[in-house]
């Protein structure tokens, strides 16, 4: 038997289904940041997105996760493996679910690149600007103004890419962008954002722990002896 349309991964086409309806089929969830496609022979004016949908709970949830994370150290709280494993283990998730492959055609690694060393920079800046303090034998750490803008801007910028594609008109401009730099599809930006926010929450992580080593290993300050002067 001959099932209903499905998308294509890369041309975001349909196949007809077995009745003939045509209609666009859903996307798989591992493809669901919907972009235009640049297929050969395309033209900008004749461009359409593909079938697009609206961000499924799952996503919704995992993306304000990932937002959410670093307004829990807003408040000074204790260095802990929950610091380092918890965004972690969202982000891994969002690894898993979304990248299926890493597409080499066209300037789809350019993009890819970019947006990775984009990550890269946002992590080590908010990592940078995470103060992190000794006391009474713990860790303490409080993300900073700087910090929770630099995570937020990385976290949230495949939501609001999304968001912009599907509802806010921008399909047709990713569409004219991707077809002249070369970009082949919609896996090159799923993949791109992935690994953009995949890195920046690595290289904030690693930051952080590099800083806590350092100064869990500082020498404390001299107290001053009761009788003595300094």
Do not use: C
């Given at each position: 038997?001959?099932?209903?349309?499905?998308?294509?991964?890369?041309?975001?086409?349909?196949?007809?289904?077995?009745?003939?309806?045509?209609?666009?089929?859903?996307?798989?969830?591992?493809?669901?940041?919907?972009?235009?496609?640049?297929?050969?022979?395309?033209?900008?004016?004749?461009?359409?997105?593909?079938?697009?949908?609206?961000?499924?709970?799952?996503?919704?949830?995992?993306?304000?996760?990932?937002?959410?994370?670093v307004f829990r150290q807003l408040r000074e709280g204790r260095l802990d493996r929950k610091t380092f494993l918890l965004p972690l283990a969202i982000v891994a998730f969002v690894a898993y679910s979304y990248l299926d492959?890493?597409?080499?055609?066209?300037?789809?690694?350019?993009?890819?690149?970019?947006?990775?060393?984009?990550?890269?920079?946002?992590?080590?800046?908010?990592?940078?600007?995470?103060?992190?303090?000794?006391?009474?034998?713990?860790?303490?750490?409080?993300?900073?103004?700087?910090?929770?803008?630099?995570?937020?801007?990385?976290?949230?910028?495949?939501?609001?890419?999304?968001?912009?594609?599907?509802?806010?008109?921008?399909?047709?401009?990713?569409?004219?962008?991707?077809?002249?730099?070369?970009?082949?599809?919609?896996?090159?930006?799923?993949?791109?954002?992935?690994?953009?926010?995949?890195?920046?929450?690595?290289?904030?992580?690693?930051?952080?722990?590099?800083?806590?080593?350092?100064?869990?290993?500082?020498?404390?300050?001299?107290?001053?002896?009761?009788?003595?002067?300094?």
């Amino acid at each position: 038997m001959a099932r209903d349309a499905v998308p294509t991964a890369r041309h975001g086409g349909t196949r007809p289904g077995a009745a003939g309806r045509g209609r666009p089929a859903r996307t798989p969830a591992r493809s669901r940041i919907s972009t235009p496609f640049s297929t050969p022979g395309s033209r900008p004016g004749d461009l359409r997105r593909s079938s697009l949908e609206d961000m499924t709970a799952t996503e919704w949830i995992t993306d304000i996760a990932l937002v959410l994370i670093v307004f829990r150290q807003l408040r000074e709280g204790r260095l802990d493996r929950k610091t380092f494993l918890l965004p972690l283990a969202i982000v891994a998730f969002v690894a898993y679910s979304y990248l299926d492959s890493v597409p080499t055609a066209g300037n789809d690694l350019v993009l890819i690149a970019t947006l990775t060393a984009v990550g890269a920079a946002l992590g080590i800046a908010g990592g940078i600007h995470t103060r992190i303090r000794a006391l009474d034998g713990d860790l303490l750490i409080k993300a900073g103004a700087v910090s929770a803008t630099l995570w937020i801007v990385g976290m949230g910028a495949r939501m609001g890419f999304q968001t912009w594609v599907e509802h806010g008109g921008g399909a047709d401009d990713v569409a004219r962008f991707s077809l002249t730099h070369h970009i082949t599809g919609q896996q090159a930006w799923v993949t791109a954002f992935v690994l953009m926010a995949l890195t920046e929450v690595v290289t904030r992580v690693a930051t952080i722990y590099v800083r806590s080593r350092t100064v869990r290993t500082a020498p404390a300050p001299a107290r001053p002896v009761l009788g003595t002067t300094l």
